[in-house]
């Protein structure tokens, strides 16, 4: 039996990558995007990657290391990855699962993740840990 | 807006004729006056004086005030975009009138004119700041600043909104474009806590939320329970790309959350509503500016 | 009327099949979106642990009735290697040398009520439920 794996369509946008994934993802197409996709951004030197998961209503650990995965090795050929359109149900599952997606920069949608991603890539050159932001913490007065 | 037309009363023809027969004098004594005040160079300073009295002039032979005080609109207004300041307009107000009085005084005229002359210069003054305020609201609006009184404003509403929430609800408000703002009240179990975090994290879905501000001023007792909870919603609200800012945290819940193991540099702290709402109008580069304009009507005529 | 479903899961196509039959089971009992989605991923998990650790096994999906309440219960049980040492895999961090944990302490997160049994060279059984508030 052969298994007609669908391919994950990666559209080019300016010197970006955007990948939609509309479908269920199985193990195996997981690996294949992740395949196709860091060829693609050696292909293009594409200096960033937008990954919509709006479509995706489950993110186990296995997926969120693919995921996790797909942002280091993107990273480091030089190319930023902001992941947008996670559901707040897959958000907060993902939380209570205790699953950090390390160097995964997150926006609500498509159209914010890639101002994001101009702005990241705008101020680039030593981005080296994109996932938390850090600021001043502010502990009250007494 | 055009200046009511006021007929003047005594001798405007005559007073046009003193000032022409001595518009050289006055012109010299203004130039020097003007550049140095406006910080111009003489040449645009003679431009400019020159080109007041004649309109003056022309004011005052006409009776028609708007001749003097529309052009002076037109320049105030032009001046404002180039950071020209109100104080500065009155000014040169004050430096038109005690000059022409001197030459009018010399000329040996009729001090009951200079009555006219004021109220002409003022009506024009008038005119010249209101164009001047009306540009600068206009740059105000594109730079998009508020004054630090309605940021208080919006905190003491967010209070009185806060006092009349009952403690199982925890509504999401919106604030500004992208702003929202979770007031907790009341203790805050394993259950409501999860239901709080998923009020927060469909409230930023539909309001498109970039800042997220959570309020605990309200929560008497903040254990490592509710810190853990409160870690848990902030990660994600990041897992949308929200960002998040505690505040009414007080010193003592601080320093539990540090021992607790919580990086501080992954949420962010303020001390109060007002600081955090200013900290989310920053992060999105809106400015808080404060209210400075006085109030120009009271001090002309 | 109890609902009851099976799912074999031998391959990632069986895990994908696994969660979207208890998603389904979960909404027509009720459960809003988000509980969907917990039980989902929990299923999801331990449906993968068949896959990597035990050579296949199967899910058993069931509608739960207990005191007024309703609820849904997942069994997933296979006749692998089991585990030797149950706390060890039970905690935060834990993981196999393909680096890959078991995810059972996030899966007990994210469920109401967790049972595990196993035995070296028989097998392991995973219970999980949750419950309608």
């Known amino acids: 039996m052969t298994l007609n794996v669908p391919r994950i369509p990666i559209l080019q946008i300016e010197n970006f990558l955007v990948a939609s994934i509309q479908t269920e993802l199985h193990d195996k197409t997981a690996i294949h995007f992740k395949d196709d996709l860091l060829q693609r951004i050696y292909d293009t030197k594409a200096r960033g990657l937008v990954l919509d998961l709006t479509a995706i209503d489950v993110v186990d650990s296995f997926i969120a290391r693919i995921i996790g995965d797909v942002a280091e090795m993107a990273g480091l050929m030089g190319a930023l990855v902001v992941v947008t359109g996670l559901q707040p149900a897959v958000a907060i599952t993902l939380v209570e699962l205790g699953v950090e997606m390390r160097g995964v920069v997150t926006a609500l949608n498509l159209e914010k993740g890639i101002v994001r991603l101009r702005k990241l890539v705008a101020d680039d050159s030593d981005v080296t840990q994109p996932d938390v932001r850090l600021g001043e913490t502010d502990p009250a007065h007494p | 807006m055009t200046p009511k037309k006021t007929k003047l009363k005594h001798g405007n023809k005559d007073l046009a004729l003193v000032l022409k027969s001595h518009q050289e004098t006055l012109s010299v004594q203004l130039v020097a006056d003007w550049a140095a005040r406006l910080h111009i160079s003489n040449q645009e300073a003679t431009l400019l004086v020159n080109t007041t009295l004649a309109q003056l002039i022309e004011a005052l032979d006409s009776g028609a005030t708007d001749r003097l005080a529309n052009p002076f609109a037109e320049w105030a207004r032009g001046q404002a975009e180039k950071g020209l300041q109100a104080e500065s307009l009155l000014r040169l107000g004050h430096s038109l009138c005690w000059n022409t009085w001197n030459v009018i005084e010399g000329a040996g005229g009729v001090t009951t004119w200079l009555r006219e002359l004021v109220d002409l210069i003022a009506l024009a003054q008038v005119a010249a700041v209101k164009a001047m305020t009306e540009a600068r609201d206009v740059q105000q609006r594109q730079t998009l600043s508020l004054e630090q009184s309605r940021v208080a404003d919006m905190a003491q509403a967010q209070a009185r909104l806060t006092q009349q929430i009952r403690e199982l609800s925890s509504p999401v408000i919106k604030v500004w474009e992208e702003v929202l703002i979770l007031p907790l009240v009341g203790s805050i179990d394993s259950s409501r806590a999860t239901r709080v975090m998923e009020d927060l994290l469909l409230g930023i879905v539909s309001h498109q939320a970039e800042i997220v501000i959570i309020d605990v001023t309200g929560v008497p007792v903040v254990d490592t329970h509710v810190v853990t909870h409160l870690v848990q919603t902030v990660k994600a609200a990041s897992l949308l790309g929200t960002q998040s800012v505690l505040v009414g945290i007080s010193a003592e819940v601080a320093l539990s959350m540090i021992h607790l193991g919580v990086d501080l540099n992954e949420i962010k702290t303020r001390r109060d509503l007002q600081s955090g709402i200013e900290f989310a109008l920053q992060a999105l580069d809106l400015q808080v500016v404060s209210k400075d304009m006085p109030d120009i009507e009271d001090e002309v005529g | ?133």
């Not at chain 3, 035995?119 to 999980?128: L, W, Y």
């Open chain 3, 1 to 133: 009327m109890a609902e009851s479903k099976r799912v074999l899961v031998h391959n990632d196509l069986d895990i994908v099949s696994a969660r979207v039959e208890g998603r389904n089971l979960a909404k027509r009992l009720g459960f809003g979106v988000i509980d969907q989605a917990r039980i989902a991923t929990a299923i999801s998990e331990l449906a993968r642990n068949l896959v990597l650790y035990a050579d296949g096994g199967q899910i058993s999906l069931q509608a739960l009735e207990a005191g007024g309440r309703r609820g849904i219960q997942i069994v997933c049980s296979d006749e692998g290697p089991g585990i030797a040492d149950i706390d060890l895999v039970m905690q935060d961090g834990y993981s196999t040398q393909r680096g890959l944990g078991m995810g059972l302490p996030g899966t007990r997160r994210l469920m109401d009520e967790f049972e595990i049994e196993s035995q070296v060279d028989t097998g392991t059984t995973v219970t999980i439920r949750k419950w309608l508030n």
